[in-house]
């Protein structure tokens, strides 16, 4: 039987987010699968990718963005001013021209597209929901309570699958348990090195808004997704911070 016949789930249990994203990197080097890549972004690039993995962080609040030690030469790949930019990016409407979505305009301000025959030309118009589901589920859990299941955020649509660049982050569930304010995220695919950082760092803030709010304390973040990965250009910074100079994914590749 082939050792990779099937999938390898892997489990990271971090207690912030800076141990979190340094224990994907170590494990990824030595778990990874790596493929090229036949259609998204990077097409025809070589990407490293656990099959699934569950990334548990008990204190995100803790310490959010990563620490690079004093020495290695490499690029700290996100900072607070650029979590702090990037909330807006979570918790309000606004998108560019060029945008098909955003993050925070699924969550707040969420839209449909429906094609019209006006005077024999076929437009595009957006239809919004009405519906802010931040909002919804703090009113949820300060209304009736925390014994329900019901309280989710959804970012994907079905017609997503049409987009050329679809939504990674596709569900924040969440629970109040114990006192806490929980995320449970699912990424349909995720890049470790470039927006793991950021993405956490960003939903970490929202979830201490709406804990607040809720008047309850800031919980954990479980993240699951079957595409975290490293694309091939980020392989050498992920060996210098894991001090991993011959991981066994590459290895089997001839990559030195």
């Known amino acids: 039987m082939s050792e990779r016949e099937f999938l390898e789930p892997v489990f990271i249990d971090a207690f912030d987010l800076d141990d979190a994203w340094f224990q994907c990197l170590s494990q990824i ?35 959010i963005i990563p620490i690079i030690p004093e020495g290695m030469s490499i690029p700290v790949p996100t900072d607070m001013d650029y979590i702090q930019g990037y909330l807006s990016y979570l918790i309000t409407g606004t998108k560019t021209e060029t945008e098909d979505y955003t993050y925070g305009e699924r ?8 094609k019209q025959n006006i005077d024999g030309k076929e437009m595009v118009k957006e239809m919004p929901l009405n519906v802010n589901q931040i909002d919804e589920v703090i009113k949820i859990y300060k ?31 969440t629970r109040v348990r114990y006192g806490k304010l929980h995320f449970i995220l699912y990424f349909r695919s995720w890049d470790l090195w470039g927006g793991f950082p950021s993405n956490l760092g960003g939903l970490q803030l929202v979830k201490q808004y709406m804990a607040e709010e809720i008047g309850v304390r800031d919980g954990e973040i ?15 910074l992920a060996k210098i911070r894991t001090n991993k100079p011959n991981p066994s994914s590459l ?5 030195k």
């Open 222 to 236: 479980i993240a699951v997704s079957k595409g975290l990965h490293l694309y091939d250009y980020s392989w050498e």
């Open 143 to 173: 209304k009736q309570g925390s014994g329900t299941n019901q309280a989710i955020m959804e970012i994907g649509m079905p017609s997503d699958i049409k987009l050329a660049d679809p939504p990674c982050l596709r569900l924040i569930d």
């Open 251 to 255: 290895q089997n590749l001839g990559v």
């Open 107 to 114: 969550l707040v301000e969420p839209k449909v597209k429906v």
């Open 29 to 63: 080097l030595d778990k990874g699968h790596v493929y090229t890549i036949t259609r998204g972004s990077y097409e025809g690039r070589k990407r490293l990718e656990f099959d699934f993995v569950v990334v548990r962080t008990k204190k995100p609040a803790h310490q």
